[in-house]
């Protein structure tokens, strides 16, 4: 009998789709069924532990316009601060595939810093007019491998004492079309340490009390 995962999964589809992640290196992918991620197939039926809530992530879109219009391999922002400098890069080879996001910032204070992604690529009125955090699931603040967590929550960034910090996350979640788009929204990063939804504060649980931002940059389109 064939074994079944949710709703329109079968592990068949699994088997097929795990053999071309593992040719392309790929530690795991978006399972085609239902766009959840997995990381291998005994996983699978364990899925989720940690990192999304079924439903957070999604199934790529079928809407061809918006395969031409709303989306990219490549985003990248150019950060600017008093002071700062920085460019960060976003590439996610298809919808099913995490994301990367890679970086460096220069000018920054020695330290943790927090970095999200806020909901608006509106900076007329510098970070404050860019919204909250992106949540487009309604979820508290939290840790990027919290399953509770805001969309744009990144966590943390360490800056050396000559001001350098380097970014490199590999995300699940985040896509760069569809619902969970990044494309046009701001990436911030902020005075204090993000404390991922655990600070006790009343600001931990919207945005890691992390105070004013710093450095920001609007996610735009890149050239492949
Ligand atoms: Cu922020
Ligand atoms: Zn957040």
Redesign the pocket.
């Known amino acids: 009998m064939m074994k079944t995962w949710g709703s329109s999964c079968e592990i068949k589809d699994l088997l097929v789709e795990e053999q071309s992640w593992v040719k392309s290196g790929l530690e795991g992918g978006r399972a085609p069924c239902n766009g959840l991620w997995f990381e291998e197939v005994k996983d699978w039926f364990n899925w989720p532990t940690t990192g999304a809530e079924p439903g957070m992530a999604e199934s790529p879109s079928t809407d061809p316009a918006e395969s031409v219009a709303a989306r990219a391999d490549r985003a990248v922002v150019v950060l600017k601060g008093e002071g700062v400098t920085g460019t960060v890069n976003f590439e996610q080879r298809t919808p099913r595939h995490p994301m990367k996001i890679t970086g460096t910032v220069q000018g920054l204070p020695q330290g943790q810093h927090g970095i ?1 992604i806020h909901e608006f690529g509106d900076l007329s009125k510098g970070w404050k007019s860019t919204g909250n ?1 992106f949540n487009p699931f309604k979820k508290d ?1 939290g840790g990027p491998e919290d399953k509770i967590r ?1 969309l ?2 990144l966590g943390n960034i360490t800056v050396d004492n000559d001001g350098t910090g380097h970014i490199d996350i590999t995300d699940k979640i985040l896509s760069l079309s569809g619902k969970n788009s990044i494309l046009g929204r701001t990436l911030v990063i902020h005075e204090q340490p993000d404390d991922l939804g655990k600070g006790g504060k009343v600001a931990s649980k919207k ?2 009390n992390t105070g004013n931002g710093v450095a920001m940059g609007v996610i735009g389109v890149q050239k492949i």
Do not use: I
């Open positions: 999200a955090h603040h805001h744009g929550d945005n890691g």
